[in-house]
């Protein structure tokens, strides 16, 4: 499809901007001013809508397909939270206007939503308080490593050094500890895909600032000793971090914080329901307990006694700023909307269904995939596609059989420690037709990866490209239009 | 009515997945969770139908005060967006899919992001950009900790013009990162103090901070201290207002490395703080070590041009603890806000909307100047936005405006201590002849107002 750029052509009008003139300003010093416009595309109103309307529909969505994407956690994005997030009453404030009357008299709506959201969120993870600044998951778990550092600096304990991370952890687990500073120790798993535990109980020592965990981890698998490594990270005084990623397993069925658990982020877009984007706006509030709370980042949300809300600056011991304001507002309404839906009953039916739908697909799959053993799951499994070499085949070339046959495609090569990783989570919105459909369309695939393995080596074939050249990308470095 | 909202199965369709289980309810999927770690009760509401929920949440909202006429900018503007940008980003196709990591299956997000780099490009004179970071001030961050890991080098200074917010999270970054954080005094224009800059930069600055127009809306052309930045080896990150682009000389003509921006202008609503827009374009000799996502262009097997994420060898999921950033993710659907809204107003209509807002406030500047007791905060050389000094505390005044329906701006004060008189003003298209008009005369009688009571 051509860029819009190239359907650019001089004097074209777009939307008309403005009707009225006030005033001629003065001539501003031609030093201060750019030589030439920039150059923007002059294409109609309706050209630029047909564009982006025809770029939409090169997508694969969770609005138009079943996205089984595992660790992703892709359920449907409610649009009764889209159309309570925006509300203009919510849209339109000032971030600065709490600053200027009464102390955030002007905004006590959407301080009484985040103030909810936070107490809700502190309710359902088991921990004390909660910032909701952090504006995507890893910036939640760079947060809380940078609050593992206060607390332990506040402590006057300056020999910690390092935090111990799973192999099977998220990428971003062991790059945020080493933007905080620390050393990063990383402990492989055993045949269950758990951290092992000797390995662990061998690096533990009392130089561990904390340990970062996901728990059921990222193959699905939850830890039942994972009680017994809280215990022996605080012997330690070593902060226990949960990452939230696989929250939806779990949701109102068991907290963190009750566990032993002292910092966790939570992905809003993930198991709260607010939408992925395309890569973005996400956000990652992290929850702590109390001897973490001084810590947190400014500012902080208060309800005074006759009700209304305020916001607090004077933290002495908070580790600052990490985002302008109060994080991506309009994501934490969505959430909050979702939140009011569901409802006691509705967590924990919502985390039921979940785990029930991956369970199903897991079992309905596992002899496709080769494997005996019926198991149990939590909210996603991992099979290895390594049985398909023989064919020739790998698993990303499954993955663009998929994408023909109107699925988008699992996570793959994903976690590392399993070799052709398949990471499917099905979520609660999807039914059991359609998952039904999913498996009856891997096992065509499976046949075909034996009966016409070029076939799949070709694949896709019903996109607007094939596959594309990633290495000439990374050569040529084509990245904006000349 | 269902007590799981949103979720697709039925009782029978349970009942099917049970029995293909082997199972008889869902306590048995969670026998891995010992009894003794699970929770006892979750103490939240009982849920709500989608009607009840969106009357609470209307009741809720309409707790913000709404019918207040906004002069207060401060780095977030309240411009004008056309409908036709909530029309486009509304669509579900771009923001309900994921991370084009399946590039065949996602490249409306890839040439829109594609697109996006482009604008970013042209709008500030430089030569790589990236498709987006979290907003203006993290992106500010990522500048200064990419030109520290250019450098080699451990210390980044900053000019007070730049926005104090943004200032507040780089001492909270830079403190927590061990990074040692110094500032330069805003020099007594308003402008960036060329003298103190030679005199602060060290052997061990490697990122040196500006803002143009700065907080206080002040220009300059930074292009002579940008060439001291460089004689000391060090690299200039320039954060900028876009909508200001229209017009002002771009950071790449004045020299500098690396450019970000707060892209919240460009289509989106102030939204009480975000999601907001960063934006971070740098030269090309440093793309290898730019943060965030990159889109490049590409060909398939038949030669068809194509759109992947590329240079992905820098990023956290491969490179893990020696990631350029620990940053994951860009904010797309605002990054696509901000095409759809340049490609809407298009080349002409850009030039058109950064003319009326410095028009608007050339206008309210001559108009405010009659006024007995205000005077100007620094010089004249302004876009949309400049400082005014008043008799007495600008916090006090405002909060008297507000009682009049007026956001009559931000008080300095707040973020500088030693200039609690000053008021900082800033006009959008959006504002009225008068609507300026009637917040001078409120303006005017509070001043005079409180000299009575004096």
């Known amino acids: 499809m051509k860029l819009i750029y190239e359907k650019s052509s001089p004097g074209r009008p777009g939307v008309q901007m403005t009707s009225i003139k006030i005033s001629e300003s003065e001539e501003i010093p031609s030093r201060y001013l750019r030589s030439a416009p920039p150059e923007l595309p002059e294409v109609s109103e309706a050209e630029v809508v047909r564009h982006f309307t025809a770029l939409s529909r090169l997508n694969y969505s969770i609005d138009t397909h079943f996205y089984p994407l595992g660790s992703c956690t892709m359920k449907y994005n409610p649009k009764a939270c889209e159309a309570a997030a925006n509300l203009p009453e919510l849209t339109e404030v000032h971030p600065l206007w709490p600053q200027l009357w009464g102390g955030g008299m002007l905004t006590q709506g959407s301080l009484a939503i985040l103030y909810r959201t936070e107490r809700m969120l502190s309710e359902i993870t088991g921990l004390d308080e909660f910032t909701l600044q952090p504006m995507a998951g890893a910036h939640g778990e760079l947060t809380g490593v940078m609050l593992m550092a206060a607390y332990h600096d506040d402590q006057g304990n300056d020999q910690k050094d390092h935090i111990i991370v799973p192999d099977s952890a998220h990428g971003t687990n062991p790059a945020s500890a080493m933007l905080a500073g620390y050393d990063v120790v990383t402990i492989p798993s055993d045949e269950k895909g758990m951290m092992d535990f000797d390995f662990f109980r061998e690096a533990l020592n009392e130089k561990t600032a904390g340990v970062m965990l996901t728990c059921p981890n990222t193959l699905g698998v939850f830890n039942t000793r994972i009680r017994e490594i809280c215990d022996a990270v605080h012997a330690v005084d070593g902060l226990m971090y949960y990452d939230g990623a696989n929250f939806n397993a779990i949701m109102g069925r068991y907290k963190p914080g009750e566990i032993g658990f002292d910092i966790c982020h939570l992905n809003l877009h993930k198991s709260f329901a607010t939408p992925h984007g395309g890569g973005g706006p996400g956000a990652g509030p992290v929850g702590v307990v109390e001897k973490l709370r001084p810590y947190l980042p400014i500012s902080r949300v208060k309800r005074r006694t006759e009700g209304t809300y305020v916001l607090h600056y004077d933290e002495p011991k908070s580790i600052g700023y990490i985002a302008p304001f109060y994080g991506n507002f309009g994501i934490l309404v969505r959430a909050y909307a979702y939140m009011v839906s569901l409802g006691k009953e509705g967590l924990l039916g919502t985390s039921n269904r979940a785990v029930l739908n991956a369970n199903y697909l897991r079992e309905r799959l596992r002899l496709l995939f080769g494997v005996e053993k019926a198991e149990r799951c939590m909210h996603e499994f991992v099979f290895s596609g390594d049985f398909l070499k023989k064919h020739g085949v790998h698993v990303l070339d499954v993955a663009k059989g998929l994408i023909d046959r109107g699925f988008h495609p699992p996570t793959i090569y994903f976690p590392l420690n399993v070799s052709e990783a398949v990471m499917i989570e099905p979520t609660e919105t999807e039914d059991l037709d359609t998952l039904d459909r999913f498996v009856d369309v891997m096992k065509e695939i499976f046949e075909l990866a034996e009966s016409d393995p070029n076939a799949l080596h070709e694949a896709p074939i019903t996109t607007p490209v094939g596959r594309l050249d990633e290495v000439k990308a990374a050569k040529d470095m084509r990245l904006s239009c000349e | ?454």
């Open chain 2, 1 to 454: 009515m269902s007590k799981t909202p949103f979720c697709a199965t039925s009782e029978q369709d349970q009942e099917i997945m049970f029995k293909t289980l082997g199972i008889e309810s869902f306590d048995d999927l969670f026998a891995a969770i010992p009894d003794h770690l699970r929770a006892d009760s979750v103490n939240i509401p009982d849920g709500m139908s989608e009607m009840e929920m969106m009357q609470h949440l209307r009741r809720v909202a309409s707790k913000n005060a709404s019918h207040l006429v906004n002069f207060c900018g401060a780095g977030f503007y309240d411009h004008y967006i056309p409908a036709a940008v909530n029309a486009l980003s509304s669509r579900g196709e771009f923001y309900t899919a994921y991370t084009p990591y399946q590039p065949e299956a996602s490249q409306g997000t890839l040439q829109a992001a594609f697109e996006y780099q482009t604008a970013i490009c042209r709008l500030t004179g430089m030569e790589v950009a990236n498709a987006s970071l979290f907003d203006g001030g993290s992106a500010l961050i990522e500048g200064a900790m990419m030109a520290l890991r250019h450098t080699r080098r451990n210390r980044v200074l900053v000019d007070e013009g730049v926005n104090p917010i943004y200032r507040e999270m780089l001492r909270t970054y830079t403190h927590n990162l061990s990074v040692e954080y110094a500032e330069v005094p805003l020099g007594k224009n308003g402008i960036a103090d060329r003298e103190a800059f030679k005199a602060a930069m060290d052997d061990q600055t490697g990122a040196v901070l500006f803002q143009n127009p700065n907080f206080f809306g002040c220009l300059d052309n930074l292009k002579d201290v940008i060439d001291e930045v460089h004689e000391a080896s060090a690299l200039a990150v320039v954060s900028v207002y876009p909508i200001a682009l229209s017009h002002i000389e771009t950071p790449g003509a004045m020299g500098a490395d690396i450019v970000t921006g707060e892209g919240q202008s460009l289509g989106l609503p102030l939204n009480f703080g975000g999601p907001y827009l960063g934006f971070f374009a740098a030269r090309k000799k440093l793309v290898r070590k730019m943060p965030g996502r990159i889109v490049g262009e590409t060909e398939d097997g038949k030669g068809r041009r194509g759109y992947v994420l590329t240079l992905q060898a820098r990023e956290q999921h491969i490179r893990r603890e020696k990631a350029t950033s620990n940053v994951c993710s860009n904010v797309q659907v605002c990054a696509l806000r901000a095409i759809i809204y340049l490609s809407l107003v298009g080349r002409e209509g850009f030039l058109e909307v950064g003319r009326e807002c410095m028009d608007r406030a050339s206008y309210a500047w001559h108009r405010l100047m009659e006024i007995d007791g205000v005077k100007p905060a620094f010089n004249r050389r302004f876009f949309n936005e400049f400082a005014i000094r008043l008799p007495r505390s600008a916090k006090t005044v405002v909060s008297e405006l507000i009682e009049q329906g007026v956001a009559g701006g931000f008080p300095v004060g707040r973020y500088y201590e030693e200039m609690d008189n000053l008021l900082l003003l800033a006009f959008t298209e959006k504002r009225t002849k008068e609507e300026i008009d009637l917040f001078a005369t409120k303006l005017e009688s509070t001043l005079n107002r409180v000299e009575e009571i004096v």
